[in-house]
């Protein structure tokens, strides 16, 4: 890791990698508040080493058992802890499900706000490298539905901590999808131990006039080379990352469109029920009047993702695809 260095503001900040960022968010947390536990499966395996070794009696790396262990971490946030419950695979989160919907998202409510669940589920969303069907999912949008829940799905070291040090000190559960594909990513982040992003606040990646590009979690890293290309020749494109799934940030998102008149929405997820299909009800409820063209959805097709490279390799938008949208909103 680099030597920290100060910005021209005098604030403080580090060049890391978003997994080192990662764990240096959970570390900080475990410092800050005693309450703080991190409870999982495999946590060395998946990225949690340096935090494991550190903290040794403040991590319990349990059985390869979703449900047991996530019910455990709920029990444990109901009684005033405040856990980091770690399901390694995103695909996981199924088995999860249970106490994940059923308990921890419904309690508070049930009880009429005398039970708090404020504990975070983390999970990473591995595809692209032939994992296969059971272990290649982007869930996320299975979760959508569930009132209670908080959704996050930072693409960046620098949000990465902030909005997990956020999760934490939050009063509801929350839940943070990695994307396995931004963990090498480095970028300049804060060494500030109070350093939080909020949630439910989109960033604006590039300001732009002519189309409004939402990138959702890994569909960010095509969606940058894709906007290259386009800025290259002449074409300004307003690229939002919505950092936070739920609460969706709706004000950025119709801002812009208003701005732009135009919108393409790019996800790795399938594209049935998604967060790409939801934004468009959203703009056409409630900005149908700045539309100049049909939104273009881009998303994974409704089929499982194969274990060939060369077939898994067509699931997902490329940032040809991406091209090629905007210009058709532009015609």
Not at 37 to 45: F, K, P, Q, S, T
Not at 52 to 76: D, L
Not at 211 to 233: F, S, Y
């Amino acid at each position: 890791m680099a030597a920290a260095v100060n910005d021209k503001s005098g604030n403080a900040y580090v060049r890391m990698s978003y997994l080192d960022a990662l764990q240096q968010a959970q570390m900080e947390e475990l410092e800050r508040d005693e309450r703080v536990i991190i409870i999982g499966e495999d946590l060395a395996v998946y990225g949690d080493g340096k935090v494991v070794s550190r903290y040794p009696t403040r991590t319990w790396s349990t059985p390869i058992s979703e449900t047991s262990f996530t019910g455990m971490g709920i029990g444990a946030a109901m009684t005033g802890l405040r856990p980091i419950v770690c399901l390694s695979i995103a695909s996981f989160m199924y088995l999860a499900s249970d106490p994940i919907i059923n308990q921890a998202a419904k309690l508070r409510y049930m009880t009429g706000g005398q039970i708090g669940v404020p504990i975070v589920f983390r999970c990473c969303m591995f595809y692209g490298v032939s994992n296969a069907a059971q272990h290649s999912d982007r869930p996320y949008p299975v979760f959508l539905n569930v009132p209670g829940l908080k959704i996050l799905c930072p693409t960046t070291p620098s949000d990465i901590k902030g909005l997990l040090k956020s999760a934490v000190r939050d009063d509801d559960p929350v839940m943070l999808f990695e994307d396995t594909k931004f963990w090498t990513v480095k970028d300049e982040v804060p060494t500030d131990p109070e350093y939080l992003l909020p949630i439910g606040k989109a960033a604006i990646r590039q300001a732009g006039s002519d189309v409004t590009l939402i990138a959702i979690a890994g569909a960010m890293r095509v969606a940058l080379e894709a906007v290259k290309v386009l800025t290259a020749e002449g074409i300004s494109v307003e690229l939002i990352d919505p950092r936070t799934l739920k609460p969706l940030d709706t004000e950025t998102v119709l801002t812009s469109v208003a701005k732009t008149g135009r919108l393409v929405i790019v996800e790795n997820a399938h594209r049935v029920c998604s967060l790409a299909a939801e934004i468009a009800a959203i703009v056409s409820e409630q900005g149908f009047e700045y539309l100049k063209r049909p939104i273009q959805r881009l998303a994974a097709p409704d089929v499982h993702v194969p274990f060939s490279p060369v077939l898994e390799s067509l699931m997902y938008p490329r940032a040809e695809a991406i091209i090629a949208s905007v210009k058709t909103v532009l015609r």
